[in-house]
């Protein structure tokens, strides 16, 4: 698989990075995970066909994570025209959440009047799925009161990643990263702080010996742990790192 940080920031942008975007190229499937606002510009600025896209995922439902989806839906709708239809995975309301937001930005050309079929897919949390050939496991995060957050571990044949979304850190996380080929982690804080649903740079060294994975990367980069970053001994991410596995 080849894999692209569209997106290594927070939800603030932090250093000018895009906020949560991974997009993934195997043989003749594409994918994203998660789809931040800046996704699509960014897409078209790698000169990459948005129809290539075969299916989405969602982590969780914030902004960061799922708020480019609706530019990209329209341009579908208007531009790239697409007439495929798209199957969008993520936790329970998504459906309901990604409709909203739809009509609330580009009233009157909500999901239902779009020329091509959108399929709504919820995980559970802690459940196993399969999306074409590839299986995919749904760890559930601690991140959001109200909804879930799940962190992905996503393998075909070959071979396997996984991304913890937004998270505290959770003992999922051993089980979400085991016998990967390579494990994102999400980085908002160098230093451990308590009452924050977000991982640390401290914690994630805590642990860095039970974590079963050929590369570890770090993303979803805050400002403090961009000041530290020299500090950092750990692959970090940047926006259009490419790698293969
Ligand atoms: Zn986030
Ligand atoms: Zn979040």
Not at 73 to 97: A, H, M, V
Not at 115 to 122: G, H, Q
Not at 218 to 225: K, N, Q, R
């Amino acid at each position: 698989m080849d894999l692209t940080f569209i997106g290594s920031g927070d939800a603030f942008a932090t250093g000018g990075r895009n906020q949560t975007c991974l997009l993934i190229k195997d043989y003749e499937k594409n994918f994203l995970v998660d789809c931040g606002p800046a996704a699509l510009a960014t897409l078209k600025k790698n000169n990459f066909d948005i129809l290539d896209i075969d299916f989405i995922l969602i982590t969780h439902l914030h902004g960061d994570h799922y708020g480019g989806i609706p530019y990209l839906l329209l341009d579908y709708q208007f531009e790239s025209r697409r007439t495929k239809e798209i199957n969008i995975y993520g936790p329970k309301g998504t459906e309901e959440k990604l409709k909203n937001l739809q009509e609330l930005l580009f009233t009157g050309h909500g999901i239902e009047t779009m020329n091509f079929k959108i399929n709504f897919i919820e995980f559970e949390p802690n459940s196993i799925n399969h999306i074409e050939n590839y299986e995919v496991r749904a760890y559930l995060m601690e991140h959001m009161q109200d909804s879930d957050c799940l962190g992905y571990k996503i393998s075909n044949n070959e071979s396997s990643f996984a991304y913890t979304g937004d998270s505290n850190w959770v003992e999922n996380i051993f089980e979400l990263s085991d016998n990967t080929d390579l494990f994102i982690c999400e980085s908002s804080f160098y230093r451990k702080i308590e009452n924050v649903t977000h991982i640390s740079y401290e914690e994630i060294l805590e642990n860095i010996e039970y974590l079963n994975t050929k590369r570890l990367i770090l993303t979803h980069l805050g400002s403090e742990v961009l000041e530290n970053i020299s500090n950092v001994d750990i692959e970090t991410a940047y926006d259009n790192l490419k790698v293969r596995f």
